[in-house]
């Protein structure tokens, strides 16, 4: 195999990663089809994990692969989720939204609220910088991955519960929820706080029986509640561990 196709095949599956993310963004945005979005999310972090495998598989890395790789990342895990939460806000409370539009009054000031998603992708551009210049570790993360935020606010508009309950409740109310959810998230990226990568080093269970123990209880989850319902559990369990394990451990 030539050096240039070598080099080629990580980068077109890292492009393969931004063009989930751009679709992503414009249908969650033009046909507001949350769900689809998610899914293309979901294709995109594939996409990011083979890129990278085969980085090191043909012995191909670069540069280039790597600014890449943080742009792609960017936009399918910064702007994308930014993007949901966004359309959450507005599309959770349409027919009162719309009522502000139409008729106006003194709480008119509540549209705006949603631009609030903003910060995500803001968080998440600084948490991928930091990630870019700091020394890789195998076993922890600082600070929430920026596909682990984005794949928390992608449970929320997957579970089914979600949608009703933010439609019987005020807007205000709706809102602030919401918005905490975005900012906690942001500040999680932005924190010290150690995260496991989950990464399996062997296939032995004394090295990785947190990672199996969170396998098993996915696993389970999955069959009882479904994958979308059960994807907000699974992410709570993994900040759970992690905050229980990996801190305890890199406790300095």
Same mark, same amino acid.
């Given at each position: 195999?030539?050096?240039?196709?070598?080099?080629? @095949?990580?980068? *077109? /599956?890292?492009?393969?990663n931004l063009?989930?993310?751009?679709?992503? @963004?414009?249908? *969650? /945005?033009?046909?507001?089809?949350l769900t689809i979005a998610c899914y293309l999310m979901f294709v995109a972090s594939?996409?990011?994990?083979?890129?990278?495998?085969?980085?090191?598989?043909?012995n191909a890395p670069s540069k280039i692969g790597k600014e890449l790789d943080s742009l792609s990342d960017m936009v399918s895990f910064g702007v994308l989720p930014g993007v949901l939460m966004f359309k959450l806000m507005y599309g959770a409370n349409a027919t009162k939204m719309s009522s502000l539009l139409l008729f106006g009054g003194s709480d008119q000031y509540l549209l705006f609220i949603p631009i609030i998603a903003i910060i995500i992708p803001i968080a998440a551009s600084f948490r991928l910088a930091k990630f870019n210049i700091e020394e890789q570790q195998l076993s922890v993360f600082t600070g929430l991955s920026s596909p682990g935020a984005a794949y928390f606010i992608a449970a929320i508009v997957l579970n089914s519960r979600t949608l009703p309950l933010l439609q019987s409740m005020d807007l205000i109310v709706a809102f602030a929820i919401l918005a905490i959810i975005s900012i906690l998230l942001s500040l999680l990226m932005l924190s010290k706080i150690k995260f496991l990568t989950l990464k399996?080093?062997?296939f032995s269970i004394k090295n990785n029986?947190?990672?199996?123990?969170?396998?098993?209880?996915?696993?389970?989850?999955?069959?009882?509640?479904?994958f979308n319902d059960s994807l907000i559990w699974m992410i709570l369990i993994y900040m759970l561990i992690s905050i229980i394990f990996a801190n305890k451990k890199f406790k300095k």
């Open positions: 195999m030539s050096k240039s196709i070598k080099y080629a @095949i990580p980068n *077109a /599956l890292t492009a393969m063009f989930c993310g751009v679709a992503g @963004i414009i249908i *969650a /945005l033009h046909f507001s089809m594939f996409f990011d994990l083979l890129d990278g495998l085969a980085a090191r598989l043909l399996f080093k062997s029986y947190i990672t199996y123990i969170f396998a098993l209880c996915s696993i389970l989850l999955v069959v009882l509640l479904g």
